[in-house]
């Protein structure tokens, strides 16, 4: 590739499609909320249901972070639960997800209705169309959804759970329906996800935030299952595909052969072993540990080049924590952890991993 054709690619998408790059994208998972003195500011008026619902405010808290850090993507600012409610799940946020009813029976499973996005969650879209024009240094917009299994997790449990036991044994003693669920929840996730390309999302990332309480077995049974069926159907949207499952260590060998591009990885495994389990054919996103933003500046420096030189010289790497941003987070810490990443990742004249001459 030229490098004005890398010029002219947001470094972020190429990144996520292996080609050479200008530097290391970095974004950071949960960037756009609780840790900023703004969106605080905002919350202070607004509840947080009612921000995810009104497309003007949740496009502005998406676009925060973008004004303030020097970030090579944004996400979209929702919730994984929002597409359950759009199917009818009455839920609240107290202030993690309640479901009034868990779903355990075949005919509540019967009973779950498709999800028609622009019918049932049209906000989401009009949120998207209105942070595209938008974006600061026109950034690339991800959209997001919850994995199948992860949803399971809510909907059976009917709350947060460190365990989550009630949806874990559900897989054991009722096979055959927690596959159907996952099935059904597989096809809401595509319909969603697909929706939001259409609308104007140039990425998609599916957050498998509990598919990590799995031992490899199951996960291939039921939860990696039912995110192929979801990343089978997204691939004609022609956006690159993510993949996070938090506590994946064990996992990283049943996803290597994933139709995804980018495979997202926690601060609990070491880059260099996935990019080997994976192989060149995936790029990964990762992987610092949240609390090193606590360090003091030198100290961060240092976990921050661990990283990368984890990662490697080889293309398809985006910097990002190994989970969502802790609130209690400087944002000073966070300032000076992306223009490392760009001053230590800069190569030019050179594009990234190429050695191609400017």
Known sequence: MSVQAVRNTPVFLSACLRQPVSHTPVWVMRQAGRYLPEYRELRSKVAFEALTRTPE???EVTLQPLRRFELDAAILFSDIMTPLQGMGVDLTFEPGPVVAKPIRTDAQIDALPELVPERDVPFVLETIKLIRPN????AP????????????????CGRPSKEFGAARSFLYAQPQ???RLLDKLADAM????????????QALMLFESWAG????????????RAVRRTMAALRSTGVPLIYYVNQGSALMESVADLDVDVIGVDWRSQLGTVR???GPEKAVQGNLDPAALFAEPDELKRHVDAVLDAAGPAPGHIFNLGHGIWPETSPDAVARMVDYVHERTSLAPFS???????
């Open 57 to 59: 405010l949740a496009a």
């Open 135 to 138: 974006v600061p240094r026109g």
């Open 141 to 156: 917009l991800i959209g997001f959804a919850g994995g199948p299994f992860t949803l399971l997790c809510y909907l059976v």
């Open 177 to 179: 329906a927690a596959e």
């Open 190 to 201: 595509a319909a969603y996800l697909g929706a939001q390309a259409a609308a104007g999302a």
């Open 213 to 224: 309480l799995l031992a490899p077995p199951e996960f291939n049974r039921f939860a990696l």
């Open 276 to 278: 080997r389990v994976l």
């Open 352 to 358: 990234r991993a190429s050695g191609t001459e400017s």
